[in-house]
Structures are given as C-alpha cells and as structure tokens.
C-alpha cells in the first residue's frame, strides 16, 4: 500500500503557496526566485516526469511538487510516500501560474545543493566531459543527456557556460542534469589539473590538422576527458594548446561541422564505451 500523502487543492492562481513555480520561462523574475549564491543556496526546477523521477534520489532537496489534477495519483505513486509538499491544480490555474501550457502536467522545486569541487568530481572518474562556452541550456541539456547515456561519469565547465542546473537543461537532459556530478572549473587551468591526474584531454575541432577520431589511438583503461566548445568559435586556443590531442569528427564534402551535442555524442561513444576488439575500458 502507497504511504499516505497530503495533497493540497489549489484554485486561486494567486496563492501565495505557489510563489516557487511562478513564471517559470522569465528569466529576470526566475534568477531572483532561484539566486544562488558562491557558498550554495538557491533552487532548481524539474518539469517533466522523468526530471521529477530523478529529481529524487539527487543531491537536491525537494521542497514541494506542483502536479495537474487528473494526474495527482500519477504522482503520488511517483512520490512513494516522499515527505514533499504536493499540490494539484487544474491545467489553467497551473498555466496562470508557471506562464506557459505545462502539458507533462508535472513540476517540482527543490533546493540547489552545495556546489561540487573539482578534485572531488574528478577523483573517482574515469570518463569526464569538459565543456568551454556551451551557453545554450538545451545544447547543454543534449549533451549531458548524452553524456549519461555513453559512459561519462563527471562534468567540468568553465565560467562562459551557462548553468547545468537551469530549468531548460534539467528538461532537455531529461534529468540527467540532476544526476550527472558537476563542478564549475577554473579556466583553462582545469586541463591542466586533468592532465596531472592521468586524463588523456581530447578536444574536438573541426580543424583540418586534426587527428580524425577514427583514427586516434584509443588506449584501453585511459582515463579520458572530452573536451568541446561552443558551436560557431568552438574552442579557444588556450583550451586547445592545454589538451593532450586534437581530434575531428571526418564529414562529407561541404560540411564543416556538426551541432556541439551531437559532435559530443559521437565522442563520447567512441571513447568512452568499449568498442569490438578493443577489450573493456
């Protein structure tokens, strides 16, 4: 039997209750709602079924969940008795609330956990990516989601991406962003802390003196970073100077590159999952 969950009815959009879920695509307002500071703080927001689902389970705590009537026994299954706030609302009150048609009918808040450091992110890794100016959260949110999905095992960004733990790339990721251990890094000195602790730095590039990924010499056991930039400059020249190899993803004539997450994808299966014939990484 399902443990007993209180579910509070909403039917003013103005209650006060709901303060954490208003507007959620305005920028300016959502940044003084969910403002972190340098020592931690701050909110986070899962929209989706499976952003919830992992929601749980995070680093992250719950404060309360938001949820469509019609879909309130949905969630409280997915709660299991969770010690969470839960409320349900009709469709238009929770679209007079949150701004926008929230058809995944689901939505929770919860507190922003202390950021992760460097060492601790990367110590027991094997498999980490390293993103420089990545600063569109659903380009982001694709990337970790691949990242999950491939074999990586920690996320490294630099001061110019943008946040991991947006509302955007928390749905995009489909929650992985959650999950995935993340630390802001000093740049470009985290290559260099890399390097030190045993990690081959590979940087993708579209440029023509690069290595094709076909052809690097992927050794068993390395330890592996995957490094990429933005899409248009892609990564500067003092990222790339600090990485270990340069490596391109070979295209047919006329070309000249792939979108960052998709480039990221096919790195990441290269790299990180053991491939026929070249034993288990």
Known sequence: MRPTTAVNEITDPSDPRL???RRLKDAAFRRSVEARGPFGGGMVVAEGWLPVERLFGSRHEPIAVLTSTGRTERALDLLAGRPVTVYSASPDVITAVVGFDLHRGIVAVARRARPLVVDDVIAPARHVVVTEGVNDAENLGSLIRSAAALG???????????????RRCIRVSTGWALRLPTAAAPWPGAITTLRDQG???????????????????????QRTAVLVGAEGPGLSDAAL???TDRVRIPMTHGVDSLNVATAAAIAFHRLFIPQEGRGDR
């Open 19 to 21: 303060a954490p879920f």
């Open 152 to 166: 990586a095992h920690a996320l490294l960004t630099d001061p110019t991406t943008c946040d991991p733990l947006s």
């Open 199 to 221: 990690f081959r730095v590979v940087a993708l590039t579209p440029r023509p003196d690069a290595v094709p990924i076909t052809e690097l010499d992927a050794a068993v056991g």
């Open 241 to 243: 100077d600090a990485a």
